[in-house]
């Protein structure tokens, strides 16, 4: 194969891979370019790739794909990198191959509730596609504006209406993947449900991209609710408010959000760019949605009332119109970047917890606040038990990264010593490898490993994600806190 | 090695496990532990082994004939129910029927529709994916299942998933075990996200005398384009309706369940858009129930293959289920009405038209279903979908292949299974191609 000219650059492999992908446009390999794909959303660990390619159909993944098989390169798939685990960090000098170029909405099809996309599709335009004819698409991370189905595929991704709609995995009906050897594959021909065979559907739908490259997407669409309310409520004291939340479960609603956050939340997302006036001093927020039929709108609305105030509620009002809900739920999904207005740096974290644990989890969080000196914010999605403590810290003061990150840990741990669990949306990625093992025993994580073996063998498809490595545990940590340090 | 033989080296290494034999020999383990145990025996001897519920899948498939057969008939009950948090774990050997005596006892609920409740254990149907017609509103197996605890073929117990209702740590493994039909593994333990029991439950049975499906089409499609939510969208076709509702033509089952005001707005919503020339009835709680739980028990199972046979007056009965496109269902159900109306097999049919999953019972002369089978069958993938036999009588065993064609990712599966269950001795070959 020629050169292409315009590639400055000995690496061989370079040339290789932009003659696959047709250009020199499609495809970064200077160290200044690369500089942008060094991390995701997950910032404290940095490793730069060998070169970013961004294919525009299945064939030119497949093809990278395959060339990275059989040359022995590693490689991983990356989409908006929006997320907080690291899951597209390129930890082994990988290939990037970026998703972004392949974005197109590809078919809609309303009569059967179902459309198909590319992976760099962004998640949010799925719904304003289709929201004129009144339908949308469940899923909705907070990053929805900007992050990609195909990420949310690779992540499982949730959201805040996940409590009554469920996460990305329930709404996934076909996949095409190009597998770790180039071969290309299709599950769930057409969309079509149940599938005879094993549900591979399901294993790879959060698989942090470890088993394949997903290159086309059937989602499930929804028609939207005929009616929907919100309500804000105040509490005085954070026991009061997680019995709220229990309280309002048994009495057999389902809301279709149920968002609480702390005080220290609350001082972050008033002094951050969507500020609604929440009260400075109270303990606890809570954003209660229930949607569906209008005509039983209502008496649930005025159950969920009742419940709060028989638990000492200081204030609950109903959201008057869409653009007070619009506000009250811009307030909370920036919540993460709104601690940027009170902190240097955050760390956030992701554990699920048994609802009915609320009140004693986030005793023990406060208690890993005080004990490291660092605030702690709590976010979360009460309603399913999803918590999202972010520990505030400053990365110039020595040592305080460091300190962060064994809080967000202890966090975790406090999560899955009740009989929780370690992410519930984020995923494992880099960050929680090692928490893995809070939860799974090495048997359980090897029966884990064994299946990416079938996928993987050579496990060149971003190697060294969601699994600890058996007895580097503390080799990992050293070089999480020196990476860190930098 | 001979059943007696068998027998005795069992009884030898597990004196304290009850166990008969016949043809085979089946075990009846009352904890985890002896699962553990009889499944190291088998994977070091290399003795098949299957596992059975209530028996109703029985004819499900290919079912193995194994050396071995793990009854969990005495390994059931409820392990841990925590109301407030809506999650229960129970033992794979509790019947559902049990189950969700269990859970009305706190208003609550597990949201799934299989059929035979009162006989199917939550491990069959977890194994087998079976599903009904309300997974229209509450989705299936793998949309409430959050944790497993399952005897790998060596003995190992595994856990996946967890006890919350939101959890991405590692592989969903639990997917993976869900309509595996038995052949990776023992689940033990199933964990169930849970909803709470709806306030009020209605069912409109509207029936379309002159057989018109363009007239069915219209009318579904305008009402999943309205915002009215039925938990069951289903089609039956005139056969099926005819035994079930006492009227011979297409007939859709809408089912809606929440508090009394929006069921009620709902059945209203119906009234105002019943199309001409049909007739609409409303059922209420009780008689929604009743109705649905005839359906349940429509098909033949496993629990009455015993009694079939070729004999000049016994009929064969077989049970099929049919994945296809949302609105495509109208014409498979109408080639069902076909082969009916044609006397080539008698078809009683029903299918989800916001699911795309149909249920066919096909009796006749065994020929005769066998036709029918490959009939449906080759129809269905034209269409773009699939056919599998639920419920196979053992005199079609050898002219039926349960499953039809393998996916292209095949070879996936095989490596799945090759690492899991090496020695192959976990129900081999009762799965789709011969897995």
Known sequence: MAFLKEIKTNDQHIHKLAGIVGSARSILYKKEDLLAYDCDGFTIHKHLPRAVVFPKNTEEVAAVVKYCHENDLPFLARGAGTGLSGGAIPLNNEIIISMVKMKRLLRVDLENRRAVVEPGFVNLKLTNSISERGYYYAPDPSSQYCCTIGGNVAENAGGAHCLKYGVTTNHILGLEVVLPNGEIIEIGKDGVADEPGYDLLGLLTGSEGTLGIVTKITVRILKNPEGKQTVLAYFDNVADGSQAVSDIISSGIVPAALEMMDKTAIEGVEAAAFPVGHPKDIEAVLLIEVDGITAGIDEQIEQILTVCRSRNVREVKVARDEAERGRWWANRKTGFGAMGAISPDYLVQDGVIPRSKLPEVLARINQISEESGLRIANIFHAGDGNLHPLVLFDARVPGETEKALEAGSLCLKVCADVGGTITGEHGVGIEKREEMRFVFTEEEIAAQTDVREVFNPKNLLNAGKLFPSPGRCVEIKKEMKASAAL | ?435
Request: aromatic share 6%.
């Open chain 2, 1 to 435: 090695m001979v059943t007696a033989e068998l027998l005795a080296d069992l009884k030898a290494i597990f004196p304290e496990l009850k166990m008969a034999g016949e043809e085979s020999v089946t075990i009846f383990p009352k904890k985890e532990e002896e699962i553990a145990k009889v499944m190291a025996y088998c994977n070091d001897s290399k003795t098949t082994v299957s596992v059975v519920g209530g028996g109703t899948k029985q004819g499900w498939g290919t079912p193995a004939k194994t050396q071995i057969q793990l009854s969990l008939e005495d390994y059931t009950g409820i392990v841990e129910h925590t109301p407030g948090d809506m999650t229960v774990t129970v033992k794979a050997g509790t019947t559902f029927k049990e189950l969700q005596g269990f859970l009305a006892q706190h208003s609550q609920k597990l949201a799934l529709d299989p059929s035979w409740p009162a006989y199917a254990t939550v491990g069959g149907v977890i194994a087998s994916n079976d599903s009904g017609p309300k997974r229209l509103g509450y989705g299936i197996a793998r949309d409430s299942v959050i944790g497993l605890r399952t005897v790998y073929p060596d003995g190992r117990i595994i856990r996946s998933g967890g006890r919350v209702v939101k959890n991405v740590a590692g592989y969903d493994m639990n997917k993976l075990f869900i309509g595996s039909m038995g052949t990776l593994g023992i689940i033990s333990e199933v964990t169930f996200k849970l909803r709470p029991l709806p306030k009020c439950e209605s069912l409109a049975l509207l029936s379309f005398p002159e057989g018109n499906l363009e007239e069915v089409r219209r009318f579904a499609i305008k009402l999943l384009d309205s915002m009215m939510e039925p938990v069951a969208l289903e089609l039956l076709n005139p056969f099926m309706a005819g035994n079930m509702a006492d009227r011979n033509c297409y007939t859709l089952a809408i089912s809606f369940e929440d508090v009394e005001t929006s069921v009620r707005y709902q059945e209203q919503y119906i009234k105002a858009n019943q199309p001409a020339r049909t007739s609409l009835d409303i059922l209420t709680d009780e008689e929604a129930k009743a109705f649905w739980n005839k359906l349940y028990t429509a098909a033949p199972c496993g629990l009455d293959s015993l009694e079939e046979g070729t004999g000049s007056n016994k009929e064969t009965a077989a049970a099929m289920k049919i994945g296809i496109v949302n609105l495509k269902v109208l014409d498979v159900i109408r080639e069902c009405q076909l082969l009916s109306d044609g006397g080539q097999v008698a078809a009683e049919a029903h299918g989800g038209l916001g699911t795309g999953i149909c249920q066919v019972v096909l009796r006749g002369s065994d020929d005769q279903v066998a036709a029918g089978i490959m009939h449906l069958r080759k129809f269905a993938v034209q269409e773009g979908g699939y056919a599998v036999v639920k419920h196979l009588p053992e005199v079609l065993g050898g002219k039926v292949d349960a499953w039809g064609d393998k996916p292209s990712y095949f070879p996936l599966m095989e490596g799945i299974k090759a690492k899991m269950d090496p020695n192959r001795i976990l129900n081999p070959n009762a799965f789709i191609g011969g897995i």
